[in-house]
């Protein structure tokens, strides 16, 4: 039985279009997909447990081959309670009043305009910190497709025009030489089963000898074939018409 492709993707990346196309493409070809913490999205590249990953960059890129995919924008997470919640749209500054609840090392910004000394917060997961926002005590800063996963009805995510940017990529080993990398890179690409460039092209089948050698002889015995009539036609005198 041929060994399942692994891929792993960090919380707030949805691979499922693209494993879907996989299945729906190769469902004899054994797909296995892990989510894994983004501590850990080279790791599980590195000592072989995956085959791929989509990681949030930048990620070191020794001995990885990485392509951008997209990239997502930052939402501030504010209690419903919060006078924040009712704008459509925040900066920065909104915030300089307000408690960090996420690593203000992500925020830089945040660190040089607060007004409030930064409570000392132990480090914590998204979900953890959106609890914590619900209860009143401050705002986070997440990316976009986090804040959604951790959506409650006692909290709003509202973009945060000025906040940093989040780009997403796939990576894999520069020594894994598996062929299904790059047909799942074509995937994710949007190559489609039709692609002339796709690698999960059935390959176009050689002629036997035996064909070949057919090929020949109806090449050969037409041309010569074509070259006898010729001749013949040619070869003929016409007649001289009988005196009456």
């Keep these: 039985m041929t060994d399942p492709f692994r891929v792993a993707f960090v919380a707030g990346v949805s691979p499922d279009k693209w494993t879907r196309r996989w299945r729906d493409r190769f469902p004899d070809s054994p797909l296995e997909v892990t989510l894994v913490p983004d501590e850990e999205q080279r790791a599980v590249l590195t000592d072989g447990a995956v085959s791929m990953s989509f990681v949030r960059l930048p990620v070191a890129k020794d001995g990885l081959h990485v392509i951008p995919l997209y990239v997502e924008v930052s939402v501030a997470v504010v209690s419903v309670e919060d006078d924040l919640s009712l704008h459509d749209e925040l ?21 040089d305009i607060a007004t409030v000394q930064r409570l000392p917060f132990p480090a914590m997961s998204a979900g953890d910190a959106v609890e914590v ?71 176009k089948q050689k002629p036997t000898k035996k064909a070949q050698a057919k090929r020949a002889v109806a090449k050969t015995g037409g041309s010569a074939g074509s070259a006898a009539r010729k001749r013949g036609a040619s070869g003929r005198t016409a007649r001289k018409p009988k005196r009456r």
């Design 133 to 203: 926002v619900a209860s009143g005590t401050g705002v986070a800063v997440l990316p976009m497709s986090v804040a959604r996963m951790h959506h409650r009805k006692d909290v709003v995510a509202r973009v945060l025009t000025d906040g940093p940017e989040h780009p997403v990529g796939l990576a894999w080993r520069v020594d894994d030489v598996d062929p299904r990398i790059e047909t799942f890179m074509g995937i994710v690409r949007g190559r489609t089963a039709n692609s002339s460039r796709s690698s999960d092209e059935a390959p």
């Design 91 to 111: 900066t920065v500054a909104h915030l300089a009043d307000r408690q960090l609840v996420t690593d203000p090392a992500a925020l830089p910004a945040w660190s």
